[in-house]
């Protein structure tokens, strides 16, 4: 099919919706094929106001193995320029911040292929390395003034018809849905305790050796998807314990759904041009004791290891972003921020820039995928060095969840702490960086922290404790 660019005579609108909770909106679509929903959780802040929900697509855009299939059709070998060719143009309303454009993932796998990198781990062939859908109209839900919109555009008809379909889905949404109880699922990893600890350790090497500076270190864990398993129904689970700033739901296709509760932006782009990336780095767990748990969050940025961490991410993002950016454009205004999430606590910068004139969205995407913060330091050595210590393909994870509007904004967020379903498994990842700091037990322990959450909803946990020290004793 071709571009869907609708001229400028088909104005775009927002029409105001009685307030619904946004899971009691996903509890009434259910498992509908192609939706998105960019999900704003937990605290109500300037990055957990909005939330936007899309069904129906007007052009589906699919990449795998380099190859790219457009509305089912072959369509080339690139998909972030036949997707510039597909993002409609028009102002939107100022009453949302979305009306309509892309919404989709690039996974690691795309990030490596853009870095001209080869990999030895063998791809899950039900994993997309690349979707992108194209919404002519969405649902837009702001958390702070508890007011929903229905925001699209095209011909009179196509708005009317629109309005009329959200309005009886509206209609259908009950208040108060019950989130259905999981069944439990063991999981199995793609390595022991004791080798993701040698990894770590021959990382520290490769960074005394002066190869890398810091470098991320990532493990996945799968289960059997038990049959008629709902992917809506794990979201909301999931959705219900691990609320996070930028959760994602994109159902594409029968058999693959991306299920993410991730804290992390990671760039964003508004109307009038100006670039912020809000990179993640430095981990430390929440306590229910209110004490211990200050306690804990002044230990995390006294500490010299997380701190360089984060610092060298910042560094990296403003190298990547600088690309594009203005020249003296670029600048750091917040710098070890501490932040508070369901599990942990964060350190978190921020990276601003101007976007240089004659650039796009688009362009900002392609020269910085796949994520600093999930890489290293220089990216491209230390991407090598992930292939080489890992013991399996990152897949979705460590790729990034996209938004791109009409009016040319986009936004994007780190694609961590998020569950997989193909047609036949649940995938699970978490991972932590490295620096010649870091200790191999315990950022096995950042490891187990980080994904218990994620198995939790399946009723599983990650080896740790007696587990690791029996598996030692085997070893």
């Known amino acids: 099919m071709t571009a869907h660019n609708p001229p400028q005579t088909y104005p775009a609108y927002a029409h105001e919706l009685p307030w619904r909770e946004v899971g009691d909106v996903l509890a009434a679509l ?26 129906d697509p007007v ?22 320029a036949l997707l510039r060719g597909l993002v409609p143009s028009f102002s939107c309303p100022v009453q949302v911040p979305f009306a309509g ?33 194209i919404y002519d109209h969405v649902m837009v839900l702001d958390r702070h003034a508890r007011q929903a919109w229905v925001a699209g555009y095209g011909t009179q008809a196509d708005t009317a ?22 069944p439990r699922v063991p999981f199995m990893a793609d390595r022991t305790p004791r080798a993701y600890r040698q990894a770590v350790a021959r990382a520290r090497e490769y960074i005394a ?50 299920l993410c509760a991730s804290p992390e932006r990671f760039i964003s782009l508004d109307a009038a041009g100006t670039i912020t990336a809000r990179p993640i780095k430095g981990t430390a767990p929440r306590d229910p004791d209110p004490v211990r748990d200050r306690q804990l969050a002044h230990a995390l940025r006294q500490d010299d290891k997380e701190c360089a961490e984060n610092l060298m991410i910042v560094d990296l993002m403003r190298n990547d972003i600088g690309q594009v950016a203005r020249i003296g454009s670029v600048r750091v205004p917040e710098l070890f921020s501490l932040e508070r999430f369901a599990h942990v606590h964060h350190l978190v910068s921020e990276v601003r820039a101007t976007l240089q004139a004659g650039h796009d969205g688009i362009d900002l995407l392609r020269v910085t995928l796949p994520p600093g913060s999930v890489t290293g330091a ?60 870091s200790d191999p037990d315990r950022e096995y322990d950042e490891m187990c922290l980080k994904i218990a959450a994620l198995l939790a909803v399946f009723g599983g946990m990650p080896p740790t404790g007696k587990e690791q020290a029996s598996e030692e004793k085997r070893g």
């Open 30 to 55: 259910g498992d509908v094929p192609w939706m998105a929903c960019l999900d704003s959780g937990g605290d109500i802040a300037p990055r957990g106001r909005w939330s936007v929900i899309c069904i």
């Open 59 to 80: 052009h589906v855009l699919v990449a795998r193995a380099g190859r790219c299939m457009l509305d089912g059709r072959e369509a080339g070998d690139d998909p972030l």
């Open 101 to 133: 454009g892309a919404i989709g993932f690039a996974d690691y796998r795309f990030g490596q292929r853009a870095m001209g990198l080869a990999t030895r781990h063998e791809a899950d062939p039900w994993q997309p390395e690349f979707v992108a859908a």
């Open 161 to 182: 018809r629109q309005r009329e379909k959200v309005r009886r889905l509206w209609d259908m949404v009950i208040p108060d849905a019950p989130v259905l109880p999981m």
């Open 209 to 258: 050796a002066g190869d890398i500076f810091q470098v991320n270190i990532t493990s996945r864990m799968w289960g059997d998807r038990p049959p008629g398993l709902s992917a809506m129904a794990a979201y909301r689970a999931l959705r219900a314990t691990s609320a996070a700033p930028f959760g994602a739901f994109l159902s594409c296709g029968p058999d693959f759904a991306l």
């Open 378 to 437: 220089p990216k491209h050595r230390a991407m090598q060095v992930i292939d080489e210590l890992e013991s399996s393909a990152r897949g979705p994870y460590c790729g990034v969840v996209f938004r791109i509007g009409s009016d040319g904004a986009m936004d994007s967020s780190v694609i961590i702490r998020t569950l997989t379903l193909t047609r036949d498994r649940i995938w699970a990842a978490a991972g932590g960086g490295i620096t010649i700091l």
